[in-house]
């Protein structure tokens, strides 16, 4: 009786590997190999989609010294005392070569980075700032093979009088602790914008001496996402407390055309610059007084 049971698993078990497709003897450790398949020709592997990026790009080499220069003139020569360049993300300083009875200059042998320039006037102080619409200041560095619509490259088109308004709108309807915030300038193409901004508090505030106003300006950066412009991120470039009066003394001119000016890969000449120094410095670009601004106290990069 149990032989007959042992028969009867026996056959079952093999009943349910024929109706199985062999599965069974598939399974089985006896079973040989399956063989395995044959490695494609080089003809018939499809080739690879290009990925946007080129696959051979040509080894990175810093531009010579002659290259890596930023020179132009300053006029009139007379209103030149002195002069320097600044390279505000590293914080460094870097002397230049001056013509004091040309106003002509020159700087060589730069590091990669984005430079200001840097004027002592009779009147003050005249210095350039960067106002390029990026939402990195690295962007600058990129080598120019690896720049994406994302990364280094500027967005096509262009940034309108609604753009401007829509931009405007979130910098005055939104309650700060200043009684007085001036766009100064606003930089921008179709989806960054870039606006040097002043905040002055010159009304009462909590441990006020006497006259005393709070002053920044700073920078302030907007993206476009969804056909909607929204803040991106800020960065103070001076910050100052002191009395009315010692402030209004001070002249102190922002000047995007001396500034942003980048040394990077791919460079193929030195940059450029031509400015004539205004006689006297105007409200529109800063204080409009005659006394040299204590820059270095306030600095805060």
Known sequence: MARRNVMSGIVAVWLVAVVGGGLAVAGSPFAPPKPKPADPTPAEVPERAPAGRPTEVAPLTMPPADVRAIRGRLTPPDRVLEIHLEERMQ??????????????FEAKGLRLGTYC????????????????ARLSPYDALIPPQYRTPEIGLTADGSFTEED??????????????????????????????????????DAPFHSRKGDEV?????KWYYNKLYDAWNTFRTKCLYRLRASKAEWQSWGWQFEPKLGGLDITYGMEGPVEVTYEIPAKPTRAKGLAGAAYPPAEKAKTW
Request: aromatic fraction near 4%.
């Open 91 to 104: 914080n460094r300083r870097v002397p230049v070569q001056l013509d004091k009875e040309t106003g002509a």
């Open 117 to 132: 320039l840097v004027v002592k006037t009779p009147w003050g102080r005249l210095e350039g700032v960067d106002l390029t």
């Open 164 to 201: 401007r308004e829509a931009v405007r709108r979130i910098i005055h309807e939104v309650k700060r602790y200043e009684n007085k915030v001036t766009d100064m300038v606003i930089s921008a193409n179709a989806e960054t914008a870039c606006v040097l901004v002043e905040l002055l508090m």
């Open 214 to 218: 709070t002053w920044r300006i700073e």
